[in-house]
Each structure stands twice: as C-alpha cells, then as structure tokens.
C-alpha cells in the first residue's frame, strides 16, 4: 500500500479536503502532485542531507519532538488543525520558504490547482505523512521518541518502501512514470546541500 492510499483510508484526505473546502477528488490530486516532495523531504532529512539534519536517528527524533503520532491525529480529530506545526516540519525537511513555494508551483502544473490551494496543502500534509513514520517507527513523542528504541532503523525501511525507487532505478527516469515511483531521484545528487534544484528536476521527470 502506498502513502497516498493510507492517507485515503485513514480519513486523511477526507479531513484536509474539509478544511480547505474543496472535493476529496481535489484532495487527492494535490496530495499526489506534492507527496513526492514531500517524502523526498524525509528522506533527505534520513539521509542527513539537510541543513539541520544527521541521519535517520535525527528524522526520527525531530517527529517526536514536533509531536509524533499526534501529528497526524491532530489532523484527523475533530480539534482545529494546528497548521503551524505542519509548517515547522516543513522547515525540518526543506529549509526554506522558497522551496515550499517551488514545490507548490511545480505541483500545480501537474495537478492543475491554484499554487497557493497547494501552499495550504502542504503543512497538512507534511502532518499527515510525518504522524504516519512516526507511528509506524514506535510512535514516540517529546516524552518517549523512538530514536532511542531502534525506532531509526524501521523507519528507514517504511521510508525506502514509500520511496519506491531507488537511486539506480530512478535513474533512467522509468520508475517514475507511476506517479509516486522514483522519488530518490529527487535526493541531493549534485551534493549541493539543497533540495530545491532535485524537486523541480523530479517535477520534470513525473511529467515527462
């Protein structure tokens, strides 16, 4: 099962699409033209190719802090979203405002939604996605994070197994022509310490 069909049974898109007021059909056309930045967000972070990141450990540990498998909870409950929380994980997986606003751009080329319909998508989202690793990866929070409790390690896999492709794979451009596939193609190849010129390479790729 991949992330997009978790967020649809777990009532994930139903609850964004509410918020925002638009058509859970809307709801899910964003969430695919943006989960490939997203996730290629965590993985970078994984990787300790952030700014303020050293590895899966780190991933793991900066989920529980921002609140763990409550992340994604807050989302689905019946409480207001607390979207600032969203936009701090953002900040944790890339960096900069700019980037976020690059990739709602090349989102919206994909999906054909308005950018700034795609800006408010992406905190919830990124809540969304981060709730899930953290609870799949022991579900810790600032009180009891799991990156003491091998808690890296399985998230690692959940990651590779979201990313679909791998590096060899993406390579060629072919893993992703099903929409989701070959996200590690958007990892920081160049070295640069920068995701932004990696995501609008992959946008170009997913349209392609």
């Known amino acids: ?5 978790v967020l649809r049974q777990s009532g994930g898109l139903d609850a964004m699409a509410s918020q925002l007021g638009i058509s859970e059909g809307q709801a899910a056309s ?15 972070r994984g990787q300790g190719g952030s700014a303020g990141g050293g590895g899966i450990g780190d991933l793991v540990g900066m989920l529980g802090t921002l609140g763990g498998g409550a992340l994604m909870e807050n989302v689905l409950g019946p409480q207001p979203t607390e979207v600032s929380r969203g936009n701090e994980v953002l900040g944790q997986i890339f960096g900069s405002k700019d980037v976020s606003r690059q990739v709602a751009g090349h989102a919206s080329q994909q999906s054909g939604l308005d950018p700034a319909l795609l800006k408010k998508m992406l905190p919830i989202l990124a809540m969304l996605v981060g709730g899930y690793l953290s609870s799949r990866a022991g579900g810790g929070d600032a009180q009891g994070s799991p990156a003491a409790s091998g808690g890296g390690g399985i998230l690692g896999n959940i990651l590779g197994g979201m990313l679909g492709g791998n590096r060899a794979g993406s390579a060629g451009g072919g893993a992703a022509a099903g929409g989701l596939g070959g996200i590690g193609a958007m990892l920081d190849f160049d070295g640069d310490g920068n995701p932004l010129d990696d995501i609008i390479g992959m946008a170009g790729k997913l349209r392609g």
């Open 1 to 5: 099962m991949d992330i997009l069909d």
């Open 30 to 44: 964003g969430a695919e033209s943006l989960l490939p930045a997203i996730l290629g967000g965590f993985s970078k």
